[in-house]
């Protein structure tokens, strides 16, 4: 994880999430509308820029100029702080990437069965993110990553990583740039989202496919015996 996710609500309904102003950041009122992002294309983020908040398409992935593989799409919060590829990231990168539910893929009879994973109160999500910033600019492969956590008890038999989602309140301070390194760290263990906060339900498996779009992909259905 993560490999998928859906952002599809309004920036309106994020933003308000946040307890984010009309006043405090601009904003376009009409609904994202995409259900199946996928890696290598370019993601609403939301970071603190001029200490002020900005919201910009970045691109999903991040391959510096050394890095002669694929560009990794997730950092595990475990690590990223201190490893040579992410480091300089957690500590002048962080951003949020808001979504309103991810997809994971469990093994269910000899095929693949793709899930939804959404809050249990049906509000949005906010991903911990690093990146290349400013992401006012295109830096080519030098997007963002998505920071992971381990699943426990309750989302394993889903998959053993997930998101790291953070609570509206652990949002602000986590973009800060008055917010140290360390701190940031505390953060992500303090302000994450736990495991019962969240449901899933099985979707129709058109969604391995990055060409479908449409609402249908997060509906629940029941899965062939």
Known sequence: MCGRF???????????????AP??????????????????????????REEALQLDPVYWGYG????????????RSETAASGRMFKPLWEQGRAIVPADGWFEWKKEKGRKQPFFIYHQRKTPLFFAAIGKAPFNHVQGHEGFVIVTA?????????????????????????LSSSTSARRAQEIAHEAAEPEEAFCWHAVTTRV????????ELIEEIVPEK
């Open 6 to 20: 859906a952002q599809y609500s309004s920036r309106d309904d994020y933003f308000m999430a946040l307890g984010i």
């Open 23 to 48: 006043d405090e950041i601009q904003y376009d009122p009409l609904p994202v509308g995409r259900y199946n992002v996928a890696p290598g294309t370019r993601v609403l983020l939301l970071s603190e």
């Open 64 to 75: 510096p100029e050394w890095w002669h593989k694929q560009p990794l799409i997730n950092a």
């Open 150 to 174: 381990a699943s426990n008890k309750g989302m394993v038999d889903i998959h053993d990583r997930r998101p790291l989602v953070l609570t509206a309140e652990g949002v602000h301070e986590w």
């Open 208 to 215: 391995g496919s990055v060409r479908q779009q449409d609402a």
